[in-house]
């Protein structure tokens, strides 16, 4: 699933690309790609056609673009990307792809916004926008309401790392765990839990409430240095799913050091990187960088 490094490329795509335009008309194909629009695929059409895009906005890992039709409040066009969910800008006359699931064109006969899943695990849907409450009030327009009671991330304004850092010692749970606690901080997924973890070299499994707050800080500090490391190369790609408005994938996976690399030596030390199962995913560390916490004795 794309993490926020991932998701930034493809807002800053459709910030360049959208942003600005009217939506001349929407064609949704299909239902399952409005699943989450409560009154179907045709009403999400309808209340798009003659909107126009005014920005693309993101907090963690979700994205949305506010759109605003002539007699209305302007509302969030939430946009999930599941598993495999691409947004490409392209040439009207352009063949279309054998997953296309809906269609925006544009009142200035420009290029489409499509919005490709193979696996149809993302989707779309419209609702209100409300006050952003955060610090900086980083999204002028608001949150969409399914975002609202996400953290803020840590490359947008809003993000208090003392506040994080303080939580996460009053917590009693794995780091991983928390890390990927959309509720906590947001953006942060397997890749770059991993991988910040490895640069801080902290087991997965340790403890919030046993490490020192310098090292919960520490851990933070990569966590957002290695997904701004990542975003300047465009992402990470695992495969031809994951790629930019324009279909280009991201080649941060040639830098991991963790994610990814079981059995291969670890770039510090030369220990075999070691992978064991977590939350229904796998976690990947040095086990001689990355000692296991010790089971305490009964």
């Keep these: ?22 939506i001349a008309a929407a064609t949704i194909t299909g239902a ?10 045709a009403d999400l059409a309808a209340r798009l056609a003659g909107a126009r895009v005014l920005t693309a906005d993101r907090r963690g890992k979700y994205l949305w673009l506010v759109v605003q039709s002539p007699h209305d409040d302007p509302h969030a066009l939430v946009i999930h990307l599941g598993m495999s969910g691409q947004l490409l800008v392209e040439r009207p006359e352009a063949p279309r792809e054998k997953h296309l699931h809906a269609t925006f064109d544009f009142a200035d006969d420009g290029p489409q916004l499509r919005f490709v899943d193979q696996r149809t695990f993302g989707g779309l849907a419209l609702t209100p926008l409300v006050p952003d409450l955060s610090p900086h009030n980083s999204h002028r327009h608001g949150l969409p309401v399914p975002v609202e009671h996400i953290a803020p991330d840590p490359l947008e304004p809003a993000y208090d790392q003392p506040a994080v850092v303080r939580a996460l010692k009053r917590r009693h749970t794995a780091v991983k765990r928390a890390l990927l606690d959309q509720g906590l901080i947001s953006g942060v997924g397997n890749i770059y839990a991993d991988e910040a973890l490895w640069r801080a070299r902290v087991n997965p499994l340790r403890e919030t409430s046993a490490l020192t707050k310098p090292s919960l800080g520490r851990v933070l500090d990569h966590a957002t240095e290695v997904m701004r490391e990542a975003l300047g190369q465009g992402g990470t790609s695992f495969d031809s799913l994951y790629v930019n408005v324009n279909g280009a994938s991201g080649y941060f996976d040639r830098s991991l050091h963790a994610y990814g690399r079981a059995g291969q030596p670890c770039d510090r030390c030369g220990t075999p990187i070691r992978r064991e199962a977590f939350m229904n995913r796998s976690s990947h560390y040095c086990p001689r960088c990355q000692p296991r916490p010790r089971t305490p004795r009964r």
Excluded at 2 to 19: F, I, S, T
Excluded at 32 to 41: K, L, N
Aim: proline letters at 9%.
């Design 1 to 22: 699933m794309p993490e926020l490094p991932e998701v930034e490329v493809v807002r800053r795509g459709l910030a360049d690309h959208v942003v600005g335009r009217d």
């Design 32 to 41: 399952r790609v409005a699943r989450r629009h409560e009154a179907g695929p």
